[in-house]
T-cell receptor, first 115, second 112 residues
Framework: DAGVIQSPRHEVTEMGQEVTLRCKPI?????LFWYRQTMMRGLELLIY????????DSGMPEDRFSAKMPNASFSTLKIQPSEPRDSAVYFC?????????????FGEGSWLTVV | DQQVKQNSPSLSVQEGRISILNCDYT??????FLWYKKYPAEGPTFLIS?????DKNEDGRFTVFLNKSAKHLSLHIVPSQPGDSAVYFC???????????FGAGTTVTVRA
């Protein structure tokens, strides 16, 4: 079974450039999450989609961050312009539904370095 | 404001012995708790969960204990194996809520 698929796995970019991270959730899952992991803040939820609709983007740090889910099998997280403090591992995750008790499955992460 | 706390950043244990990982939470609305395991360069993978109606859940070598009055849960791994060396995250959420709050993680090293 294919899990959550993320690309790119690694990205090194210069400050000011646009970064787009991509995610394919597990087929049949209705909920999609973008998380960010940093040494300082650990794992934090950035945004959550249910049935392709953004439900809660309160974790998105700034207007430089945006996320879309044009269909049930694809989502993007965009940072424009990128800054060095955006360097982190970005995880996409999906689950059958938003209700607690439904396991969230994570992708392998996109390792972003902004220099 | 960390609602889920793992106060031990690391744990070293000998192969075959018990590993005990601890987690404390502050939000009394949390009623679903999970443990995730993470290897380097991989995403977290679900390990075991427990709802607040239980105080223990067992799955093979892994057992999670929940003490609601103390707002504390623990993960026991018996016996510990070298493949258990990883970072373990405790997570919690209120009922009917998608928002998982994660602890900072505990790095477990199992010595041969």
């Amino acid at each position: 079974d294919a899990g959550v698929i993320q690309s790119p796995r690694h990205e090194v970019t210069e400050m000011g450039q646009e970064v787009t991270l991509r995610c394919k959730p597990i087929s049949g899952h209705n909920s999609l999450f973008w998380y960010r992991q940093t040494m300082m803040r650990g794992l934090e939820l950035l945004i959550y989609f249910n049935n392709n609709v953004p439900i809660d983007d309160s974790g998105m740090p700034e207007d430089r961050f945006s996320a879309k889910m044009p269909n049930a099998s694809f989502s993007t997280l965009k940072i424009q312009p990128s800054e060095p403090r955006d360097s982190a591992v970005y995880f996409c995750a999906s689950s059958l539904s938003y209700l607690s008790g439904n396991t969230i499955y994570f992708g392998e992460g996109s390792w972003l370095t902004v220099v | 404001d960390q609602q889920v706390k793992q106060n031990s950043p690391s744990l070293s244990v000998q192969e075959g012995r018990i590993s005990i990982l601890n987690c404390d939470y502050t939000n009394s609305m949390f009623d679903y708790f999970l443990w995730y395991k993470k290897y380097p360069a991989e995403g977290p993978t679900f390990l075991i969960s427990i709802s607040s109606i239980k105080d223990k859940n067992e799955d093979g070598r892994f057992t999670v204990f929940l003490n609601k009055s103390a707002k504390h849960l623990s993960l026991h791994i018996v016996p510990s194996q070298p493949g258990d060396s990883a970072v373990y995250f405790c997570a919690a959420s209120p009922s009917n809520d998608y928002k998982l709050s994660f602890g900072a993680g505990t790095t477990v090293t199992v010595r041969a």
